[in-house]
């Protein structure tokens, strides 16, 4: 299991709003694939996944608010 | 870091964005460390994937009468329109070279337009924690931008004809009650889209502390 933790994104960045996820739980990703796009301010980032395997659970929905360090998804590699 | 510069000229929203996703993978794959496109588009309106449709005041009907495009993209933000009057600014700008920083960046595109104004007699400044640029109560500069990879795209409009902010109140900018300004309506002369495009290749120079590879025509 890895956790797709939020991270740093500059200097006074605590959080970020999930905007888009690219996958839903129970599908295959791919290393390096787009999971999840987040918007700050004017600004929209993606998050690759950290690994290959099934998103076993979205934490962070669409609209919800997620603080630097926290774990938006777990992906199961197995 | 270098950055090239292509001169686009007036083209379709479409045909800019697609350049912008080339160019991207070239910084991407290495084969370029950074892109400056500058435009101009024929009438289009952009919604941001997280903007509230209730924010564009007219039918989608009414808007393909009057020759209006419409784009759901992966920008931030929220409405805008674009058209033949605005000078458009996309910086694919590696942020690997420069700092990893998503609102420094966007402060430094701010930066950049306030001093571009400033070159033209125009006292503009940031508003009320609002990204953009802004002259006394009136929007003059939009930002919106996407980052992949900590590569930048999408970027930023300046209003510089005057007849062209009458398209404005076909939307809520921004998902507020604004108003726009340009700089021709500030200075009440012509100004030449030139100047300002050249103007701003220089600033973008001088503030980020980056060389101009080369500018083309595309």
């Not at chain 2, 609102?103 to 009320?128: C, K, M, N, P, V």
């Not at chain 2, 005057?162 to 700089?183: E, H, Q, V, W």
């Not at chain 2, 030139?194 to 595309?218: A, C, M, P, Q, Y």
Request: proline share 2%.
């Amino acid at each position: 299991m890895t956790k797709v933790v939020l991270p740093e994104l500059g200097e006074g960045i605590d959080k970020a709003v999930v905007s888009y996820w690219y996958f839903k739980e129970g599908e295959k990703v791919n290393e390096k694939d787009d999971l999840v796009e987040l918007t700050t301010d004017k600004a929209t980032f993606n998050l690759p996944s950290p690994c290959s395997g099934t998103v076993s659970e979205i934490i962070f929905h669409e609209g919800d608010t997620v603080n630097v360090g926290e774990a938006l998804a777990i992906i199961d590699e197995s | 870091m270098e950055f090239k510069v292509f001169n686009l000229g007036l083209v379709d929203f479409k045909r800019a964005w697609e350049f912008q996703r080339e160019i991207f993978q070239e910084v991407k794959n290495g084969l370029l460390e950074s892109g400056l496109i500058l435009c101009q588009h024929y009438p289009v309106i952009t919604l941001a994937r997280t903007a509230n449709k209730k924010n564009l005041l007219i039918s989608e009907e009414e808007l393909e009468l009057r020759g209006i495009q419409l784009y759901e993209i992966e920008r931030g933000g929220d409405i805008t329109y674009h058209g033949p009057g605005q000078l458009m600014v996309y910086p694919i700008f590696n942020l690997n070279y420069l700092k990893k920083d998503i609102h420094l960046f966007l402060r430094q595109l701010e930066s950049i337009t306030i001093a571009l104004l400033s070159d033209f007699g125009i006292e503009a400044s940031r508003y009320q924690g609002l990204t953009g640029v802004w002259v006394r109560k009136e929007k003059i500069v939009s930002i919106g931008i996407a980052i992949r990879n900590w590569i930048t795209f999408h970027g930023l409009s300046i209003n510089v004809k005057k007849d062209d902010l009458a398209n404005f109140r076909l939307i809520r900018p921004c998902g507020m009650d604004i108003k726009m300004t340009s700089l021709e309506t500030i200075l009440s002369r012509d100004i030449e889209m030139d100047r300002v495009k050249d103007g701003l290749i220089r600033i973008f120079r001088d503030t980020l502390s980056v060389n101009l590879k080369e500018e083309v025509v595309v």
